[in-house]
């Protein structure tokens, strides 16, 4: 009888990582992953996040500028065994002399000033170099302009230019924006730089050449220059590969002016890929939809016939093409229409997404502020839903992270009920984004068109925690929700308890923060919070203060500081207030005092300095008609 083994189980090396990965749950109340769990190294805000974010890669620059200045004193390999594709890289020139192979060498090791050197010693030496070697020299020149690379921009476009047959020539889009004048954010291309220089004193160039110098010129924002290489490339009888049409298609509003001749100046370099017999890709459209973006109502109409194009040559859109689509409609005149942005999010919810385009990671961003724009929660929440599956979250950065989650925050205070809103709020701060002082005077008008104001204490604690306790506007609007209307007696302990925080604000300064100005508003507010809590004196404190700073409370505000003084004895802080209301001359003193009478268990003493208040006033009041007179 046959006997059957059963077969042994292949098992995903992930399989257990992932098992474990997926029963943990994010701790709202933790800061993001990349920080250190430590309260003093913990952001406070999107401000402090950024700044931390760049503090933390600065220190990995730092690190790696060290070992490659200084690379005597990491000579030691301690580990056992050892892992070279561990260790740190070999970043010192091994080969000697002057020949095609240390050419080589310290082109791989992106040293530009080396190889630029090493390269005129041999042409000076009548060594020739070979075609090869100096279009690899090409794309070192042009990938970083002709300039050394910096620490920060060594690591963000080193697996460019070491990815396996593929040059500056075959890049992906590029990442800079332009300028008016073809001028680039970043490093420029200079006239007559060590790229052009060697270019023209090459005695053989192929088609590899002239790609290398059209996107070097591109991305270092010479657009005209590109241009005419690519005629020269055109009169050589060369052909250009699907990359350098992809960079000279996003160079096109450099070139042209006119909305239309942007577009008949694409539609060109389509029809020469035609002709040539190049494939386009993802970039090129992409890049084509990039352009439309610049060509106003012409690329209203045209971006959907490229997003039919696509279809028919089976190429699956990224999210930049998404984000090129939504930004063409809804920033390029009236309201992006809602029906765009469902479509569009028809086939995001669909897919998980890989980078293939730098612009993919505007898209979450984009969307969400049209859907704010729009006023569309439904959206939202399905743009949401399709930011959170699988891996497309990786999109987005700390920056647009932050804003993202702000945006949504925002639409979900003006649109959801107050529960729901509360329910984000405290799943999402501070673990998924840090409040914008926006985001809180949003949650704060929510509060208030839901009529839940005794949330307005915790808001207040997040506001000391965020580092907003000193933003004016977010002062006022804080008391004055808190001051409008009277509520049971814990709620206004706690508003009582916020107002004390508050003066404490405003009577401490630093050296380096300029002290905060009372308003009128908001002393009347910080009176009207402590007398319905009972504190007279505190009360009292803060209406001194309309003296110092010239201003005139309200008739509601002594009035409400007259409550409570009765209410808690305190008959010497009402006189006071009738002292105060005469000196201001307020016709409502003679009313005050008339209450006093009425309301109030006054002494002998008390009386007399009452009448004596109403005398000066009457004589004062006499002198005038006699004035007159």
């Known amino acids: 009888e046959e006997i059957v083994l059963p077969r042994k189980k292949t098992w995903d090396k992930l399989a257990v990582l992932q098992t474990l990965a997926s029963t943990v749950n994010r701790d709202p109340t933790a800061a993001h992953y990349m920080f250190q769990d430590d309260p003093f190294l913990m952001p406070r805000n999107a401000a402090n996040s950024r700044l931390f974010a760049l503090s933390k890669e600065s220190g990995k620059n730092t690190a790696k500028y060290i ?8 000579d030691k390999t301690l580990a056992e065994p050892n892992v070279s594709c561990l260790m740190p890289e070999t970043l010192t020139p091994q080969i000697e002399g002057v020949s095609e192979e240390s050419l080589k060498e310290r082109v791989h090791l992106r040293r530009v000033k080396d190889s630029v050197d090493l390269f005129d010693q041999l042409i000076q030496a009548g060594t020739p170099v070979s075609l090869e070697t100096t279009n690899s020299l090409l794309d070192l020149l042009c990938f970083y302009g002709d300039r050394e690379p910096t620490p920060e921009k060594e690591e963000e476009e080193k697996e460019d230019l ?65 241009y005419d290489m690519y005629t020269d490339l055109l009169n050589e009888r060369h052909k250009a590969d699907v990359h350098t049409f992809n960079a000279l298609i996003t160079a096109v509003p450099y070139l042209k002016e006119r909305f239309l001749e942007r ?40 971006s959907l016939l490229v997003i039919k194009e696509m279809e028919a040559l089976d190429i699956e859109p990224s999210l930049a093409t998404y984000d090129h689509l939504l930004f063409i409609f809804y920033r390029g005149g009236d309201l992006c229409p809602s029906g765009i942005i469902s479509e569009v999010l028809d086939d995001v919810e669909k897919r998980t997404f890989t980078p293939q ?59 959801e009920q107050i529960d729901v809103v509360l329910k984000w709020y405290k799943g999402m701060s501070p673990s998924l984004f840090y409040p914008t002082p926006k985001n809180i005077l949003d949650l704060l008008q929510a509060l208030d068109a ?61 050296r380096d923060q300029a002290p905060l100005e009372w308003t009128s508003n908001m002393l009347g507010h910080v009176v009207l919070l402590f007398s319905r809590a009972g504190r007279t004196q505190d009360a009292w404190n803060m209406m001194e203060r309309f003296q110092q700073i010239n201003r005139i409370p ?57 009448e004596s208040i109403r005398s000066d006033s009457d004589s004062s009041d006499s002198d005038s008609d006699s004035d007159s007179d």
């Open 67 to 74: 070992i490659k200045q200084f690379p005597q004193y990491f």
């Open 450 to 510: 839901a009529n839940h104001l005794e949330v307005i204490p915790s808001v207040w604690e997040d506001m000391k925690q965020l580092g907003f306790n000193r933003r004016q506007d977010l002062l006022e609007e804080l008391l004055s929700l808190m001051s409008r209307e009277q509520h049971p007696e814990e709620i206004q302990l706690a508003f009582a308890k916020c107002a004390e925080d508050i003066k404490a604000v405003h009577e401490q300064s630093r």
């Open 162 to 226: 070491e990815e396996p047959q593929v040059n500056v020539s075959e890049q992906k889009a590029p990442k800079r924006q332009f300028q008016r004048g073809s001028q680039s954010s970043g490093s420029r291309w200079r006239e007559d730089n060590n790229a052009e220089r060697i270019f023209k004193i090459m005695p053989e160039r192929n088609a590899h050449s002239y790609c290398t110098m059209i996107r070097g010129m591109v991305k270092h924002g010479a657009a005209a220059k590109a």
């Open 357 to 415: 385009d730098p612009d993919d990671a505007n898209f979450f961003a984009t969307a969400m502020q049209a859907c704010c724009d729009l006023k569309d929660i439904k959206l939202a929440y399905r743009l949401n839903k399709a930011m959170e599956k699988g891996d497309n979250w990786k999109f987005l950065d700390v920056d647009r992270l932050n804003a993202y989650w702000s945006k949504f925050f925002s639409l979900l205070c003006m649109m």
């Open 554 to 610: 309200t008739e509601q505000v002594m009035d409400e500081f007259l409550n409570c003084a009765k209410q808690t004895n305190c008959p010497d802080e009402a006189i006071k207030l009738v002292k105060l209301a005469v000196s201001f001359g307020l016709p409502s003193s003679q009313r005050l005092k008339s209450r006093m009478e009425k309301e109030f268990e006054l002494s002998e003493k008390q009386k007399k300095t009452l």
């Open 263 to 302: 577009w008949e100046l694409a539609k060109v370099f389509l029809n020469h890929m035609a002709q040539q017999g190049v494939q386009p890709n993802l970039l090129t459209f992409n890049a084509v939809l990039k352009t439309l973006r610049r060509c106003g109502t012409v690329g209203r109409s045209m």
